[in-house]
C-alpha cells in the first residue's frame, strides 16, 4: 500500500483547505478493506490523529476539529480526503494520511498546512 499526500498550503484564518490522500498502486478490494486516518504533528509535539474512516464508512473526529473538519473517501479514485473548514492558526502542522491493511499501518509523506492570522 503507497499513500500520496497532497493538498497542503498556506491559508488565512476562516478558510478552507482539502487534503488528498490517494492510494496508488493498490487494487479496489485492497482499498475498501483499508482504515484510514489523517495525522498532524508539529515540532515537539506528538503526532495526534485527527480525523478517521473505517472500511465501513464510519468516522471518528478529534474533539479539537469536530464540526470543521470531514473526512471521506472516494472509492472510484482510491482517494481519502480531509475537507477543512474555518481553520485556524492552531490547525497549523504537517498532515500526514495513514491506512491500516491487514494489521500493518502504511503512512505517506506530509503535506503542510499553514494558516495565519
Known amino acids: 500500500v503507497q499513500l500520496q499526500a497532497s493538498g497542503g498550503g498556506l491559508v488565512q484564518a476562516g478558510g478552507s483547505l482539502r487534503l488528498s490522500c490517494r492510494a496508488s498502486?493498490?487494487?479496489?478490494?485492497?482499498?475498501?478493506?483499508?482504515?484510514f486516518g489523517w495525522y498532524r504533528q508539529t515540532p515537539g509535539k506528538q503526532r495526534e490523529l485527527v480525523a478517521g474512516?473505517?472500511?465501513?464508512?464510519?468516522?471518528n473526529y478529534a474533539d479539537s476539529v469536530k464540526g470543521r473538519f470531514t473526512i471521506s473517501s472516494d472509492y472510484t479514485k482510491k482517494t481519502v480526503y480531509l475537507q477543512m473548514n474555518s481553520l485556524k492558526p492552531e490547525d497549523t502542522a504537517d498532515y500526514y494520511c495513514?491506512?491500516?491493511?491487514?494489521?500493518?499501518?502504511?503512512w505517506g509523506q506530509g503535506t503542510q498546512v499553514t494558516v495565519s492570522s
Open positions: 495513514t491506512g491500516r491493511w491487514r494489521g500493518s499501518d502504511y
Open positions: 498502486r493498490s487494487i479496489l478490494s485492497t482499498f475498501s478493506a483499508i482504515d
Open positions: 474512516i473505517n472500511s465501513g464508512g464510519s468516522t
